[in-house]
């Protein structure tokens, strides 16, 4: 049965195009010019492919995606215009569109996103909504702009950026969205491998050749034929490596331990650092030769602290994430929680943000994540801003003074706890309370540390 495509424009010239030449590709092709002909379409069949323009006569293309991305997970959105900003770019892609096309666009370049998109498998779908990047702050707009196109090429790609920030998600996420996408990612931490072992792990070993080398052994590099090698960490491998790394991928070839032959290799190579990998070329810790030839394209993700509106998207879609692990009813955040998830610089950025909305589904009862969720630490680092957001002053659309209430009763108690170094009684006797009072409300706010 042929694959099925969708085309979606206003434009009645360009759908008879689209069609005549997807279908000379062998497809089955159906046209809609307004949206609600593409959504009684949708509704009604099963498309492999919808190519959406995003401005239609009656309605917009990213509604009609966010409607049916959901309900049609087996169908790849690409969509299309001829008034291309970042924020369209931006909620295609986090509305889950696996292509953005600019008109106007090359027919052969069309023609290579349908084919690699009508041959995705089900688990390549599911893989690929696994790893979106989000963010919809002004700090990821250049890196979303680009990442289409990056993932399109076959250049080698340095990602930069502070631990916990995502690096190895951008790198899963570029590879899904390649035309490699269907052959393996594999990842390889650089900084935790001895520099034999290292050695051994990426360009494999012949049986005999060490010490333990009991049977022959194929390198990552080789695992990673027609995928990507994700090389993270990049910064701590060793020098004598670096010669060895550069010359395979200069030549697409390598050399297992103890052997006296190459290997031919086709691997896509990306790599990650947290450090600034420039400084340690002008001292000497880092090949600059292989810093040019690994540097072909530099993505570097903002630390979280510059993307405080990501953060309630984030926080929203770890919350969903941990209690769908849980096999527990999704939570909401209360808004005074989220005025402390974004006042915080989250030292440990994306990684440490998940841990946190980890631990509050697991500590909060109830169907509403509150402050009393939430670990001190995002309290006594929050300096000002924090008290301000626990003020008195009533905003316009209104609150939820228990919530509100509580949430000031657990902070004073922080307070008191952290100036009388942990010690409950003193704590109590600060704020005025009976140390029995005290104790209750330091278990309900899991407040629990302290000394009695």
Not at 10 to 16: I, M, Q, T
Not at 278 to 306: K, M, T, W
């Amino acid at each position: 049965m042929s694959q099925r495509i969708l085309v979606v424009d206003d434009e009645p010239n360009l759908r008879a195009l689209l069609r005549i030449m997807l279908e000379e590709e062998g497809y089955s092709v159906q046209d809609a010019g307004t949206y609600k002909e593409a959504s009684a379409a949708l509704a009604r069949e099963r498309f492999d492919v919808a190519i959406c323009d995003i401005f239609l006569p009656d309605g917009n293309g990213l509604d009609l995606l966010r409607s049916f991305h959901g309900a049609r997970p087996d169908t790849n959105f690409v969509m299309i215009t001829a008034h291309s900003t970042p924020v369209h770019l931006l909620t295609a892609l986090r509305e889950g569109a696996v292509e953005y096309l600019s008109k106007p666009f090359d027919m052969e370049e069309l023609k290579l996103v349908v084919a690699k998109q009508a041959g995705r498998t089900r688990s390549e779908l599911l893989e690929r909504d696994e790893y979106q990047i989000a963010g919809r702050s002004r700090a990821m707009w250049s890196l979303l702009e680009r990442l289409p196109q990056v993932a399109r090429s076959d250049a080698t790609v340095l990602i930069s950026g502070e631990s916990g920030t995502g690096k190895e998600v951008l790198a899963r996420t570029i590879h899904v969205n390649s035309p490699r996408a269907g052959a393996l990612f594999v990842p390889v931490n650089c900084g935790a491998l001895p520099e034999g072992l290292l050695e051994s792990e990426l360009f494999g070993h012949m049986r005999g050749s060490f010490t333990g080398a009991i049977r022959d052994k194929r390198g990552l590099m080789q695992e990673a034929h027609g995928g990507t090698l994700f090389l993270d960490e990049l910064s701590e491998m060793p020098l004598s490596i670096q010669v060895k790394l550069l010359r395979a991928l200069q030549e697409k070839r390598v050399r297992p331990v103890g052997d006296n032959r190459e290997i031919s290799v086709d691997a896509r190579v990306i790599c990650a650092t947290n450090q600034d990998l420039a400084s340690q070329v002008r001292e000497g810790a880092f090949r600059e030769d292989l810093y040019y030839r690994i540097n072909v394209i530099h993505l570097h993700l903002p630390p979280l602290r510059e993307r405080q509106e990501d953060i309630p998207d984030l926080a929203r879609e770890f919350v969903t994430k941990a209690c769908t692990r849980l096999g527990t009813p999704v939570k909401d955040l209360h808004r005074d929680a989220v005025t402390v998830l974004t006042s915080y610089s989250w030292p440990g950025n994306i990684r440490e943000l998940e841990n946190v909305m980890e631990r509050a589904v697991a500590m909060e009862p109830s169907s509403l994540i509150t402050l009393s969720a939430l670990p001190r630490t995002l309290f006594s680092a929050g300096g000002s801003i924090q008290q301000d957001a626990l003020g008195l002053s009533l905003p316009e659309e209104g609150l939820d003074i228990e919530a509100h209430l509580e949430a000031i009763r657990r902070n004073l108690m922080l307070q008191a706890l952290e100036r009388c170094r942990g010690v409950q009684k003193d704590a109590a006797r600060l704020l005025g309370m009976s140390y029995r009072a005290f104790r209750y409300h330091a278990e309900k706010f899991n407040l629990t540390g302290g000394k009695d």
